[in-house]
């Protein structure tokens, strides 16, 4: 029997399976929906989907870097709760997770989570997600993930407060030596530390800075005092506000958080590394996973659940 994707839609809606799992299940018991049904539960995704209504914003980025340093890959896995993204076995799990992701060719997360778990070949990396969430009891999700490679140099990793955030650094040199990967490591921490959006001017668009005029000029002309100043001081002060505004979101921009005098850009401390190495060196790029953001938190009252169990509030 041919399975349309109105079937799919219909079972994912009755279960809440992801879809490639229900289009296996429909595939594996010739469109029987009923069937399929049973198919999800017997694979352990029926009972893992009671699970996934529950808000999983916690857990853990984890970076993970190829023994040649030419590759390297950030996660981000969530438990319901930090006490199981502090567990063992969850830990574990998300580096499996890290490993195969390391290698995958898949585009996307929802073409990974379809293919073969490298652990366990009779597995897809949904159905062993699940299998996890039936032995962890807390809902968890594979949340997203970057591969992030270099040929010409090699990629960094920094991960603050036990997977809080997980960064990784793309370095082009001509170098590598210790000096060179502290080099690396140190500017990993002030990606931590400063959230850049951009690695340098060239990546901003014309409309942002457009934009961010717009919004600047806005402000000017709503101040009664701002405004009846003369034209060309109301550019000087937009273009002053967005340079500075550039240096604090461009990282090779930033003042370099360790440097002694509190003035050193970050470009400048790679510049001073390069000098000192012989080496030509830039950063490329960068990647910062921060757990749970853009995710809404579980707000627990635990006072308040048990007075309403017994019936107080």
């Known amino acids: 029997m041919a399975i349309t994707a109105a079937m799919v839609k219909e079972l994912r809606e009755m279960t809440g399976a992801g879809m490639m799992d229900c289009k296996k299940a429909l595939t594996a018991t010739d469109g029987d929906k009923d069937a399929a049904v049973e198919w999800l539960r017997e694979k352990g995704l029926a009972t893992a989907q009671k699970k996934a209504s529950r808000i999983a914003a916690e857990g853990v980025a984890y970076t993970l870097v190829a023994e040649d340093g030419k590759s390297a890959v950030v996660v981000e896995v969530n438990s319901e709760t930090d006490f199981v993204a502090k567990n063992e ?117 014309e409309e942002y800075i457009a934009r961010e005029k717009e919004i600047l000029l806005a402000q000017i002309m709503n101040d009664p005092k701002e405004s009846q100043k003369p034209e060309k001081v109301i550019q000087g002060m937009i273009m002053g506000r967005i340079q500075k505004e550039l240096k604090e979101i461009c990282l090779v921009d930033q003042v370099y958080v360790r440097a002694e005098d509190g003035k050193q850009s970050v470009q400048q401390y790679v510049d001073q590394v390069a000098k000192a190495n012989g080496a030509k060196i830039s950063i490329k790029g960068f990647v910062r996973f921060e757990t749970g953001e853009g995710l809404e938190k579980r707000n627990e009252d635990f006072a308040a659940e048990v007075a309403a169990q017994r019936g107080q509030a």
Do not use: C
């Not at 490993?99 to 990974?112: C, G, S, V």
């Not at 969430?133 to 970057?146: P, Q, W």
């Open 89 to 205: 076995k969850f830990q574990t799990y998300v580096a499996e997770v890290a490993a195969q992701a390391l290698t995958t060719e898949a585009a996307d997360i929802d073409a990974f989570l379809a293919e073969t778990w490298a652990d366990d070949t009779s597995k897809t990396v949904s159905e062993a997600l699940a299998a996890q969430i039936a032995v962890i009891g807390e809902n968890l999700k594979i949340r997203r993930f970057e591969q992030v490679k270099e040929e010409n140099g090699f990629i960094a990793s920094y991960v603050h407060a036990g997977g809080k955030i997980g960064v990784l650094i793309d370095v082009v040199t001509d170098v590598v030596n210790d000096d060179v990967k502290e080099m690396a490591r140190n500017i990993a921490m002030q990606v931590a530390a400063l959230k850049p959006l951009y690695t340098t001017r060239a990546e901003i668009s």
